[in-house]
Nanobody
Framework: QVQLVESGGGLVQPGGSLTLSCAAS????????MRWYRQAPGKEREFVAR????????TYAGSVKGRFTISRDNAKNSAYLQMNSLKPKDTAVYYC???????????WGRGPQVTVSS
């Protein structure tokens, strides 16, 4: 059974940090590129960051570049999103996404809530 289970969400003050984790099971994790998306209330889901299968290439949305870091540990079948200098506009549900390159195969996690508020 394919699963992507995220953890690490919660409430944080502006300027604070959180790390999201995404634990994968049921598929060959190291063969998949990983992405994080987010969806704020009343808005469409938007791309946040992505990382290649080996972790050698990362890409970020302009709104988070320099503040967020995506990483992965293929030995642990896990991906991470380190979020620093958080702002209220970062408040959203964050989704982990696995993509098999060259195919339409993709899996989604259920998304932890991240709330940035004083």
């Amino acid at each position: 059974q394919v699963q992507l289970v995220e953890s690490g969400g919660g409430l944080v003050q502006p300027g604070g940090s959180l790390t999201l984790s995404c634990a994968a099971s049921g598929f060959s994790f190291s063969s998949y590129a990983m992405r994080w998306y987010r969806q704020a209330p009343g808005k469409e889901r938007e791309f946040v960051a992505r990382i290649a299968m080996t972790g050698s290439i990362t890409t970020y949305a302009g709104s988070v570049k320099g503040r967020f870091t995506i990483s992965r540990d293929n030995a642990k079948n896990s991906a991470y999103l380190q979020m620093n200098s958080l702002k209220p506009k970062d408040t959203a549900v964050y989704y982990c996404n696995a993509i098999l390159p060259g195919t339409t195969t993709r899996y989604w996690g259920r998304g932890p809530q991240v709330t940035v508020s004083s």
